[in-house]
C-alpha cells in the first residue's frame, strides 16, 4: 500500500502525479487498483472504497517494466477522484468516489 493524500491535508487538495507503480509480471494487460481510506499500512485495517482496472497495456516482456501513474484530487465537497495513466501506452482510467452522509457512492 502506498500513501498519496496524508492525514490532516487541506481539502480541497490536488496531488500530482504519482510514477511509482508498475506491472507484477510479464505480459501484464490488465492491471488492479484498489482505493483505501485509513492509515494504517495494512490494507485489511483501511475502509476499502472501490477498485477499477486499468486495462489496454502495452505488450511488456518482463516484470516491472511499465510506469502507471495515479493522481487523486479531494474537492470541497468530499468527492475523490482517481486518474491513473500508464506512460509507454498512453491508457488512462479514472474513478470517482462521492460522499453522501458516510455512504459512498462509486462511480467509474
Known amino acids: 500500500m502506498h500513501t498519496l493524500i496524508r492525514r490532516n491535508t487541506t481539502i480541497p487538495t490536488p496531488t500530482q502525479f504519482y510514477s511509482v507503480f508498475t506491472n507484477a509480471y510479464a505480459y501484464q494487460t490488465t492491471a488492479s487498483i484498489r482505493i483505501f481510506e485509513g492509515e494504517h499500512n495494512l490494507t485489511k485495517y483501511n475502509v476499502f472504497l472501490g477498485e477499477f482496472s486499468l486495462s489496454g497495456l502495452t505488450s511488456n516482456y518482463a516484470a516491472q517494466i511499465l510506469e502507471i501513474s495515479i493522481r487523486m484530487d479531494i474537492d470541497v ?25 458516510q455512504q459512498y457512492t462509486i462511480i467509474i
Open 77 to 101: 465537497n468530499g468527492t475523490l477522484r482517481v486518474d491513473t495513466e500508464e506512460a509507454h501506452s498512453g491508457v488512462k482510467a479514472s474513478f470517482t468516489v462521492t460522499s453522501n452522509d
